[in-house]
């Protein structure tokens, strides 16, 4: 499952399925589900940066777990932006 994903290609997914980045202090990024109000964290990214596997698989699983996207769907989204 891991592969080299660019932040920006993350974020616009996140928002794609309904996410809102919510303003915060520090060093952190933070998106907010308003269908399920699930909570991602992840660093400070630069829009080009290639995230790193860890937050890529808490990513999947917040998803997974709050039924806001399939397992198929994910993983075909990985494949399809690291190609």
Not at 14 to 24: A, E, M, R
Not at 42 to 52: F, G, K, R, S, T
Not at 75 to 81: G, M
């Given at each position: 499952m891991?592969?080299?994903?660019q932040?920006?290609?993350?974020?616009q997914?996140?928002?794609?399925?309904?996410?809102?980045k919510?303003p915060?202090?520090?060093?952190?990024?933070?998106?907010?589900?308003?269908?399920?109000?699930?909570?991602?964290v992840?660093?400070?990214y630069?829009q080009?940066?290639?995230?790193?596997?860890?937050?890529?698989?808490?990513v999947?699983?917040?998803?997974?777990?709050?039924?806001l996207?399939?397992?198929?769907?994910?993983?075909?989204?990985?494949?399809k932006?690291?190609?």
């Amino acid at each position: 499952m891991i592969r080299n994903i660019q932040f920006t290609d993350l974020e616009q997914l996140l928002l794609k399925i309904g996410f809102t980045k919510v303003p915060t202090t520090g060093s952190q990024q933070v998106y907010q589900s308003s269908s399920s109000g699930a909570l991602i964290v992840l660093p400070a990214y630069e829009q080009q940066a290639y995230v790193q596997p860890v937050h890529l698989v808490a990513v999947r699983r917040v998803l997974i777990e709050n039924d806001l996207i399939n397992t198929n769907t994910f993983d075909s989204f990985l494949e399809k932006v690291a190609s």
